[in-house]
């Protein structure tokens, strides 16, 4: 198992693995995959080890939004749909 990156260092970084989005957002990781898998975070797939990587600032924003609409009580489908018109 790989040691962990100091929250430092997670913040100067242009990219970050999945776990370290949980970490940073404070989101599940089961619920992170699930977003990946449904389209709604994109990402970036490393040569050499095939790790999706995340682009942080981006990332962590985007979080941020898709909580805010659950929150406000809109589903998986419709925060899907308003992803797609925003992009």
């Not at 089961?30 to 050499?48: D, H, I, N, R, V």
Request: glycine share 4%; proline share 2%; aromatic share 8%.
């Amino acid at each position: 198992m790989s040691r962990q990156r100091t929250m430092e260092a997670i913040l100067a970084s242009e990219f970050v693995t999945i776990g370290e989005l949980a970490r940073l957002t404070a989101t599940r990781y089961s619920t992170l995959k699930f977003y990946t898998e449904e389209g709604m975070l994109p990402f970036e797939q490393a040569e050499e080890n095939l790790t999706r990587r995340y682009r942080r600032e981006e990332t962590v924003e985007r979080i941020s939004w898709i909580k805010q609409l659950r929150s406000e009580g809109m589903s998986v489908p419709e925060i899907k749909t308003k992803l797609m018109e925003e992009s």
